[in-house]
């Protein structure tokens, strides 16, 4: 399970940088009233589409989001980049401890409907490591490897 | 038990201020140890007792923001809290708050680290009154207090 909500996670990323078919496309209604109903706030919404999914960037409390949905309106997950004081304490105090001299080049959550993750991905001048943490007080490596 | 304790005059702490801080309160040699090794790099800790509870108080700057750590006077690490903003909440524990306290104008948040877990403490208020809510990282929320003080 915990491999295959990594996968997930990986996957949305690779999505958010791949070819979509443009923006602001319509999107049916049943992906729309999923949307509706989760993000009740969300602002300045934008809709793409893929070839099997959907994908939404919006804005929620200040923070742009984006989040993906199959055409059936289901929720596959959401994804916030964010900054590494955004983390959570504990999390910030590991990276500063163990990873001092790495620096961050991406940074972000995955939430499902009930579980959410955070993933960082640092270099030094050797190696590039991925970290995940699910708890939001402890890292665990995903991968590392040599440059 | 004794964990338990500590951990809910945290909690109650934090939103309370009412609770009173010794100023100026020195650690022994086994805190100061136990901060170093938890905040490495840290300097100009402010240092305050809590109560009668034994617990010290360590407040300081890390990564431009003011952290609260805690720890016993053996030298156990209890946890640290910070204030927080919205856009700081897990993407989860945002839109459950917005679903469930969509009328709620939200007065403050806090983060409240532990060792073995992580909880959020919302204080809001509605029509009804002020409450604060407590919610973990993936967006269970309950009812900490009700009729809190705002």
Do not use: C
């Not at chain 2, 305050?48 to 609260?68: D, I, P, R, S, W």
């Amino acid at each position: 399970m915990k491999k295959l909500m990594t996968a997930i996670a990986l996957g949305l990323v690779l999505m958010a940088n791949s070819a979509f078919a443009g923006k602001n496309e319509n999107v049916n209604y049943k992906v729309e009233n999923a949307f509706k109903q989760e993000f009740t706030q969300a602002k300045e919404v934008s809709w793409e589409k893929a070839n099997n999914y959907y994908r939404a960037a919006f804005k929620m409390n200040d923070e742009i989001m984006t989040a993906y949905f199959t055409p059936d309106g289901e929720l596959m997950g959401v994804i916030h980049n964010m900054l590494s004081t955004q983390l959570p304490v504990n999390l910030q105090v590991s990276l500063k401890k163990e990873y001092d001299g790495y620096w961050i080049t991406e940074l972000f959550e995955l939430a499902k409907t009930d579980s959410h993750s955070y993933f960082v991905t640092l270099h030094n001048a050797d190696q590039v490591v991925t970290l995940q943490s699910s708890d939001g007080t402890t890292w665990s490596v995903y991968s590392k490897a040599k440059k | 038990m004794k964990k338990i304790i500590l951990s809910l005059t945290l909690a109650t702490a934090l939103l309370s201020s009412a609770f009173t801080y010794a100023a100026d309160s020195e650690p022994g040699l086994k805190v100061k140890q136990a901060f170093n090794s938890e905040f490495t790099q840290v300097k100009n800790v402010e240092w305050t007792t809590m109560g009668k509870e034994g617990v010290y108080q360590a407040k300081f700057m890390f990564n431009n923001e003011t952290l609260q750590a805690f720890f016993t006077e053996e030298g156990e690490f209890l946890g640290t809290t910070r204030q927080i903003s919205k856009s700081q909440l897990p993407i989860l524990v945002a839109t459950t708050l917005e679903k469930e306290y969509s009328n709620a104008k939200v007065i403050t948040i806090f983060e409240y680290s532990k060792k073995d877990g992580l909880d959020y403490y919302i204080t809001l208020t509605t029509s009804k009154g002020a409450s604060v809510i407590k919610a973990t990282g993936n967006g269970e929320l309950s009812v900490f207090k009700k009729n809190a003080d705002k």
